[in-house]
């Protein structure tokens, strides 16, 4: 089942949610500004830069004129909810509300252009932005608000995402280097190598692999992740497995080998151990106690 549930043609811009995906595959051209819900499940999204996992607990944000493919291959049905900005949308409410701020940011030129490259990559579900997109997407399945409403919505979430973008900027500001154009390339790098990451949990990583996607040396990267996250990435690797291992284990029906799989071991006997180490017991204990306490 796939349905357009909101247009605005006034602005251009668009809501478009489907439900009933299970098995997707398909290229899109360079569009507009747009993001990428999923609901269920997760989609897989690539660009010429970086490989993007999209699911419940994030969004995918991808700037106008990126071209990028995205594959689904789910064993229950997926919800996907997708918001698309017309041309100059963003670029109108940022001159609205431009602030000295913006202008130290390089989110503004002058008084007259306004530009706003955001920041290509997955963002959680939090912050001022969560619950409007939680709010739209609600009423998108009830499908009885007029065009104006989402007028006014589409300006809303615009002004959301401006602050999200600002966000981004100061954590970039952060970053271990001295000028402020390198801080925010090294903040893309880092965090297209950790999305990159998320969407291979269930593949072996090396350093070097993961360092090649943000184009650093491995000895750079390794240092690099490290001040930015406060973890290695083997560190932060492992600790996403286990958690989508536990998630795996807690919400599906899954056999405790395919689980293993699903998150990067070949081995049941290292995903076990690994397990039982960090939680304190076996996946099948887990699976067990988990399922107790539920019921």
């Given at each position: 089942m796939s349905f357009r549930v909101a247009h605005s043609p006034s602005l251009q811009s668009s809501v478009l949610h489907e439900r009933g995906?299970?098995?997707?595959?398909?290229?899109?051209?360079?569009?507009?500004?747009?993001?990428?819900?999923?609901?269920?499940g997760a989609a897989h999204y690539e660009t010429h830069l970086g490989r993007y996992r999209v699911d419940?607990?994030?969004?995918?944000?991808?700037?106008?004129?990126?071209?990028?493919?995205?594959a689904i291959d789910s064993p229950q049905p997926l919800e996907s909810f997708c918001i698309f900005f017309a041309p100059g949308f963003i670029?109108?409410?940022?001159?609205?509300?431009?602030?000295?701020?913006?202008?130290?940011?390089?989110?503004?030129?002058?008084?007259k252009s306004v530009t706003a490259d955001f920041f290509e990559r997955t963002y959680p579900h939090r912050g001022a932005l969560a619950p409007l997109l939680r709010r739209l997407r609600r009423e998108s399945l009830r499908g009885q608000r007029a065009p104006?409403?989402?007028?006014?919505?589409?300006?809303?979430?615009?002004?959301?995402?401006?602050?999200?973008?600002?966000?981004?900027?100061?954590?970039a500001a952060r970053m271990p280097a001295a000028k402020?154009?390198?801080?925010?390339?090294?903040?893309?790098?880092?965090?297209?190598?950790?999305?990159?990451m998320e969407a291979s949990l269930d593949a072996?990583?090396?350093?070097?692999?993961?360092?090649?996607?943000?184009?650093?040396?491995?000895?750079?990267?390794?240092?690099?992740?490290?001040?930015?996250?406060?973890?290695?990435p083997h560190q932060y690797l492992t600790s996403r497995r286990m958690a989508r291992a536990r998630h795996l284990l807690t919400a599906t029906d899954l056999p405790?080998?395919?689980?293993?799989?699903?998150?990067?071991?070949?081995?049941?006997?290292?995903?076990?151990?690994?397990?039982?180490?960090?939680?304190?017991?076996?996946?099948?204990?887990?699976?067990?106690?988990?399922?107790?306490?539920?019921?």
């Open positions: 995906w299970r098995r997707y595959a398909a290229q899109s051209p360079a569009g507009a500004l747009s993001i990428k819900c999923m609901y269920g419940d607990g994030c969004f995918l944000l991808l700037n106008r004129g990126t071209p990028y493919t995205i670029e109108e409410a940022l001159r609205a509300q431009v602030t000295p701020e913006d202008r130290l940011l390089n989110l503004a030129a002058d008084g104006e409403w989402w007028d006014e919505k589409m300006h809303r979430l615009a002004a959301r995402l401006l602050d999200a973008h600002r966000d981004a900027h100061r954590e402020p154009s390198t801080r925010a390339e090294l903040y893309r790098r880092l965090h297209r190598a950790r999305d990159y072996p990583l090396r350093l070097h692999e993961v360092a090649g996607v943000a184009a650093m040396a491995p000895h750079h990267f390794l240092r690099a992740f490290k001040q930015a996250f406060g973890t290695t405790v080998t395919s689980v293993g799989l699903e998150v990067g071991f070949d081995s049941l006997s290292s995903f076990s151990w690994l397990f039982r180490r960090r939680t304190g017991a076996s996946p099948e204990q887990f699976r067990r106690a988990n399922r107790r306490a539920a019921n």
